[in-house]
């Protein structure tokens, strides 16, 4: 219902505007201080007017009173009935009574036709001369007196209709007036208020404009008033907006452009990195194929070079009393005596690096094919790094000066070996590649941290090392400074996870152009479980300080 | 309380008044200013010893047995009670003044507060006047009026009476007079001239265009033309004289009566050149 009440009354659309607004407030307060002023001038007329016809009937009394003082103290009553006949005879009297002082009426007067309406009753005190006192006390020289002395009364009764007329007059004609008044003021409030909100009406509409987004409007006002400078100010603000816009415009256009190029290099990197990855993928393929191409022949070659082995061992005692009995003979060319000796190297030399070979071909299968099952395998540090370097000879360059120094007693661990050496070979080719023009040293250290309960092998060179910015993002993956020299970006993320699949931690150390130090850090927690203390292998002594490889 | 009232009273009753060695015993009515005036004149005049005795601060005054101890050579009575009071007594001849309506005994006299009539006569003369109207109470002026009668006889001024019983007959009474008066003279008649009845005099003046001759130049201000007022002041010392006489042995019932020997005229400038009347005053 209260729902219903407030929309009745809702300001219609209309009057919601400014221009309106002020018309109908200016008009209502006009409307009101001409009502007030009427309603003020009425009552002040009416109470002038009922003042006035009050003083007029006092005024009459007074005189009545005056002319009657000497017929009432000569008790002359045909006088005092002719002054009452006369005072009636006044339009505002409507009975005139004189009496004495003892109460007695002395005369009286009354018109004929009594009005109907409201009257005022008026009693005025007839006195004797205040200033008159008797001869005796004249002549004694006394003073005048203030008193008076009352000898009668006279009553008016007055006839007020004519307030009552009057206020209906004035009413009329204040009404007429007023709305008069008020319809002028109004039209001419109309016509100024049209002409001062006009400029505010063309303030608005340019706003509203701008505001719903045409910014290249303006809002044209000349002067210079308030509202011409709020126009400008408006003017100026849109002005600054358009130009916002079109920078944003310009940004967005090369903001798109950016991530567009942004995106394609990415796009490229990604690609590069696949095309790494699955070169690398290709390349462990590669290396299964070829172990298992290269062990067939080899296996044969070394079956081969220990046959020849055997058979020349066995010809030899024939050969030599050939040799006694027939004199020296050749054999391919050379002298039986010095082709003894060296048919029976070759024939080791044959096998031996054949053997060498099925070894660098099952380093290169396990490098290609990995897996973790090798979590609880034996792992020797030194025996690692020696199949690290294996794996490298063919890559290290003469001009690298690599440099092992492998600690003793250092115990077996749990963990992949082949692992390992995965992440030792990632860290030698990082520190090979990392030296300058390729020339340089690259030191390899292992050791056993008894105290912590720790192995650990170094490696470190002298190369550029890296700078700081770089060092945030070295164990991201993907992340290469060689992308365009084959790197993948996995190099060290694969050696982080598988370190720290061992239970240890990586750490590098670097500043640029100081080198850069790899630590693997391997915990020794399961060593009681491995008895046994290997030696060095492959011919590296724990005296070695020093294992040059050329 | 009671007992100290008592002894302090029988001490007053029983122990003799002391002799007052005076001449005069000086009756007065009230403390009045025009007494005071009077009395003033009266020792300027008489410097025979004296004692005063106002009678309004005593609520009843024994003269005669103030005579009868005190035994002063005379008796001045200032005012009618102080005349009537002294009249009482006839062992001490009385001198009054400031009385209006004397009504001496055979061994009083003194000076009355009416100026002789033959003063407002020549001042009718004076301003032309041949008929002037007079109001009066028999009774209470019409020992004056038969003088000033007797006076204007050997005038030009003749006198129209009109006799009053009341007051309140005086306007009626001024009606009556109507076209037939050159002036008017109010006399200081208390039933002629009472306060209700006074502005009748002046409404008849202004009316008629006729000039009123009054005793007091109060009346000026009303609209009296002249005034012939008294001098209280001389009539005390005019008494003052007739009591010097009294005390060096002249008998009272040989000192006749008399009329202020002093008045001063004054007059309205306004009413009199309005009326166009010669100017009395200075006379």
């Given at each position: 219902m209260k729902k219903r009440v407030k929309r009745k009354f809702r300001l219609s659309p209309f009057t919601k505007s400014f221009r309106v607004r002020l018309y109908l407030i200016f008009t209502g307060t006009i409307a009101l201080l001409t009502a007030a002023f009427v309603t003020f001038y009425v009552l002040t007329e009416i109470n002038a007017y009922r003042s006035t016809l009050e003083r007029e009937g006092r005024l009459l009394a007074t005189i009545l009173s005056q002319n009657a003082r000497l017929p009432l103290f000569a008790e002359n009553r045909e006088a005092l009935s002719a002054l009452a006949e006369?005072?009636?005879?006044?339009?505002?009297?409507?009975?005139?009574?004189?009496?004495?002082?003892?109460?007695?009426?002395?005369?009286?007067?009354?018109?004929?036709?009594?009005?109907?309406?409201?009257?005022?009753?008026?009693?005025?005190?007839?006195?004797?001369?205040?200033?008159?006192?008797?001869?005796?006390?004249?002549?004694?020289?006394?003073?005048?007196?203030?008193?008076?002395?009352?000898?009668?009364?006279?009553?008016?009764?007055?006839?007020?209709?004519?307030?009552?007329?009057?206020?209906?007059?004035?009413?009329?004609?204040?009404?007429?007036?007023?709305?008069?008044?008020?319809?002028?003021?109004?039209?001419?409030?109309?016509?100024?208020?049209?002409?001062?909100?006009?400029?505010?009406?063309?303030?608005?509409?340019?706003?509203?404009?701008?505001?719903?987004?045409?910014?290249?409007?303006?809002?044209?006002?000349?002067?210079?008033?308030?509202?011409?400078?709020?126009?400008?100010?408006?003017?100026?603000?849109?002005?600054?907006?358009?130009?916002r816009e079109l920078e944003n415009l310009a940004l967005q256009e090369e903001l798109l452009k950016a991530m567009k190029l942004e995106v394609q290099e990415e796009k490229k990197l990604v690609m590069a990195r696949l095309i790494q990855t699955n070169k690398m993928t290709s390349l462990g393929l590669l290396l299964s194929s070829m172990a298992h191409e290269i062990n067939n022949p080899n296996a044969s070659i070394r079956f081969s070079g220990y046959m020849i082995g055997k058979v020349w061992s066995d010809a030899v005692p024939l050969l030599d009393r050939v040799r006694e009995e027939e004199g020296d003979f050749y054999l391919g060319g050379v002298p039986f005596e010095k082709a003894r000796q060296a048919m029976a190297d070759n024939a080791g030399k044959i096998v031996e690096n054949s053997e060498r070979i099925a070894r660098v071909?099952?380093?290169?299968?396990?490098?290609?094919?990995?897996?973790?099952?090798?979590?609880?395998?034996?792992?020797?540090?030194?025996?690692?790094?020696?199949?690290?370097?294996?794996?490298?000879?063919?890559?290290?360059?003469?001009?690298?000066?690599?440099?092992?120094?492998?600690?003793?007693?250092?115990p077996v661990i749990p963990g992949s070996q082949s692992q390992i050496e995965q992440v030792l070979i990632n860290l030698i080719l990082n520190a090979m590649q990392a030296l300058d023009d390729g020339e340089g040293e690259v030191h390899l250290t292992t050791r056993h941290d008894a105290h912590n309960g720790e192995v650990v092998v170094e490696v470190s060179d002298n190369g550029v090392g890296i700078k700081p910015e770089t060092m945030e993002h070295l164990f991201e993956p993907f992340y290469s400074t060689k992308l365009d020299r084959g790197g993948s970006g996995l190099g060290l993320y694969i050696s982080q996870y598988i370190v720290v699949e061992h239970g240890g931690r990586l750490q590098l150390t670097s500043a640029p152009g100081k080198g850069t130090m790899a630590r693997v850090v391997l915990p020794t927690a399961h060593a009681a479980s491995v008895r046994g203390m290997v030696s060095a292998q492959n011919g590296q002594h724990a005296a070695d300080a020093l294992h040059q490889v050329g | 309380m009671q007992l100290l009232r008592f002894l302090l009273l029988a001490l007053l009753l029983l122990i003799p008044l002391p002799a007052f060695g005076y001449d005069v015993l000086v009756l007065q009515s009230l403390h009045e200013k025009g007494y005071e005036e009077a009395v003033n004149g009266f020792k300027r005049e008489c410097r025979a010893s004296m004692r005063r005795v106002v009678l309004s601060e005593y609520a009843e005054a024994d003269v005669t047995r103030i005579t009868r101890e005190e035994h002063p050579k005379l008796i001045v009575a200032v005012g009618d009670r102080a005349l009537a009071l002294a009249q009482k007594?006839?062992?001490?001849?009385?001198?009054?003044?400031?009385?209006?309506?004397?009504?001496?005994?055979?061994?009083?006299?003194?000076?009355?507060?009416?100026?002789?009539?033959?003063?407002?006569?020549?001042?009718?003369?004076?301003?032309?006047?041949?008929?002037?109207?007079?109001?009066?109470?028999?009774?209470?002026?019409?020992?004056?009026?038969?003088?000033?009668?007797?006076?204007?006889?050997?005038?030009?001024?003749?006198?129209?009476?009109?006799?009053?019983?009341?007051?309140?007959?005086?306007?009626?009474?001024?009606?009556?007079?109507?076209?037939?008066?050159?002036?008017?003279?109010?006399?200081?008649?208390?039933?002629?001239?009472?306060?209700?009845?006074?502005?009748?005099?002046?409404?008849?003046?202004?009316?008629?265009?006729?000039?009123?001759?009054?005793?007091?130049?109060?009346?000026?201000?009303?609209?009296?033309?002249?005034?012939?007022?008294?001098?209280?002041?001389?009539?005390?010392?005019?008494?003052?004289?007739?009591?010097?006489?009294?005390?060096?042995?002249?008998?009272?019932?040989?000192?006749?009566?008399?009329?202020?020997?002093?008045?001063?005229?004054?007059?309205?400038?306004?009413?009199?050149?309005?009326?166009?009347?010669?100017?009395?005053?200075?006379?």
């Open positions: 006369g005072t009636s005879r006044q339009s505002s009297v409507v009975s005139v009574l004189i009496i004495d002082q003892q109460g007695r009426v002395a005369a009286e007067a009354r018109k004929v036709e009594i009005p109907q309406g409201e009257t005022v009753k008026m009693e005025v005190e007839i006195t004797s001369p205040s200033s008159v006192l008797s001869p005796e006390s004249v002549l004694l020289g006394h003073q005048e007196t203030d008193k008076q002395r009352v000898i009668g009364r006279v009553h008016l009764l007055l006839d007020m209709s004519a307030v009552r007329e009057r206020l209906v007059n004035l009413v009329a004609a204040s009404l007429a007036i007023g709305t008069l008044f008020w319809v002028a003021v109004s039209l001419l409030s109309y016509q100024v208020l049209k002409r001062v909100t006009s400029s505010f009406n063309m303030l608005m509409g340019g706003i509203e404009e701008i505001g719903s987004g045409k910014l290249s409007a303006r809002v044209d006002l000349e002067g210079d008033d308030e509202l011409a400078r709020a126009a400008n100010a408006i003017n100026a603000m849109a002005a600054s907006l358009e130009l071909v099952q380093g290169l299968r396990d490098y290609g094919v990995g897996g973790d099952a090798h979590l609880h395998q034996k792992l020797e540090l030194n025996a690692a790094v020696s199949a690290a370097l294996s794996v490298l000879a063919c890559q290290i360059k003469k001009d690298v000066q690599l440099k092992t120094s492998l600690g003793a007693g250092i | 007594q006839n062992s001490t001849p009385v001198l009054y003044m400031m009385v209006l309506n004397p009504k001496p005994r055979r061994w009083a006299t003194g000076v009355s507060m009416l100026l002789d009539p033959s003063r407002y006569l020549s001042v009718f003369e004076a301003l032309g006047s041949q008929k002037v109207g007079v109001v009066y109470d028999p009774s209470r002026s019409g020992a004056y009026l038969k003088r000033a009668q007797a006076v204007a006889a050997r005038s030009r001024v003749d006198l129209v009476l009109r006799e009053v019983r009341a007051a309140k007959e005086t306007p009626g009474v001024l009606q009556s007079l109507r076209g037939k008066v050159d002036a008017l003279w109010m006399l200081p008649d208390a039933t002629a001239v009472s306060p209700g009845a006074t502005e009748a005099y002046f409404l008849f003046s202004q009316g008629e265009r006729v000039p009123v001759v009054t005793f007091a130049d109060v009346y000026l201000t009303m609209g009296g033309a002249v005034a012939l007022t008294i001098d209280r002041f001389d009539i005390g010392r005019q008494l003052g004289g007739m009591a010097q006489s009294v005390l060096e042995g002249k008998p009272v019932e040989e000192i006749p009566p008399e009329h202020p020997r002093r008045a001063i005229i004054k007059s309205n400038d306004g009413v009199v050149r309005q009326l166009k009347l010669s100017s009395v005053t200075g006379r």
